[in-house]
């Protein structure tokens, strides 16, 4: 994934850019930093849940290159999935079918699920550990069972991008090394980037392939020790 000159922000006042770079699959790459150099908002401009106020996102895959700027919401499903800090807006689910929301990409919102689909889910959630209450309404969940949930929905929806936002902010100490070690996991077996946010340096740094800053551009850093 290629950011060229992309500057990011809220109408049309910028937050962060020119950023500059390339992010490469196989890696966990942690996004660093202080609060308010626009981590998050690079995260939902690659998500496409805001635009972009300049520049481009550029991805090859399969030797064709997308220009994520013009690409519709389904084609962006298929190749970013996310996790934010937010709590899920959903009511009346289960945790599996929250997980299954991850194949709306390739069934449509009405979609039947077919045996494929229903693999992919049960190895998301295996992956994860809910299947344990794969039957549970998500809303009795606690916040580190309801984020495990939310990264099998990420993996489920089968994108060769996952970004997530804080994923180990509401987690024990042990949850937060099973998550990073899952995420470093995912992007070494299954080819993928993963791009994670993060505060927790101490963990962050024993599983990360890569660590980025956002400082007068895009930018390798070493956390501080």
């Known amino acids: 994934m290629i950011l060229d000159h992309l500057t990011i922000g809220y109408r049309h006042k910028p937050v962060a850019g020119p950023l500059d770079g390339t992010l490469e699959a196989n890696r966990l790459v942690c996004l660093i930093g202080s609060n308010g150099l626009g981590k998050s908002t ?4 690659l ?9 481009r996102v550029v991805f090859s895959t399969e030797g064709s290159e997308h220009d994520c700027t013009n690409l519709s919401a389904e084609a962006r499903a298929r ?3 996310v996790v934010l800090t937010e ?3 959903v009511l009346n689910l289960t945790a599996r079918e929250v997980v299954a929301m991850g194949r709306m990409p390739y069934t449509g919102f009405f979609g039947k699920l077919k045996k494929e689909d229903d693999d992919l889910i049960n190895r998301a959630m295996e992956l994860t550990g809910t299947l344990i209450f794969a039957s549970r ?4 969940l606690s916040d580190g069972e309801r ?4 990264i099998a929905r990420a993996i489920a929806q089968q994108t060769p991008v996952m970004l997530l936002d804080e994923p180990t ?6 949850s937060k090394h099973a998550t990073m070690a899952l995420l470093r996991t995912i992007a070494h077996d299954m080819s993928k980037l993963v791009l994670v946010s993060t505060h927790d340096l101490d963990i962050a740094r024993r599983y990360a392939d890569r660590f980025i ?3 007068n551009g895009l930018k390798d850093t070493v956390p501080n020790t």
């Open 147 to 150: 984020q495990k949930v939310m």
């Open 169 to 174: 902010a509401f987690l024990d100490y042990e």
């Open 213 to 215: 800053t956002i400082d």
């Open 79 to 81: 190749l970013f999935s």
């Open 47 to 55: 998500a496409g849940l805001q635009p972009a106020l300049a520049g």
């Open 42 to 45: 690079l995260l939902r401009t």
């Open 137 to 140: 309404d998500l809303s009795t």
């Open 87 to 89: 709590k899920p807006d």
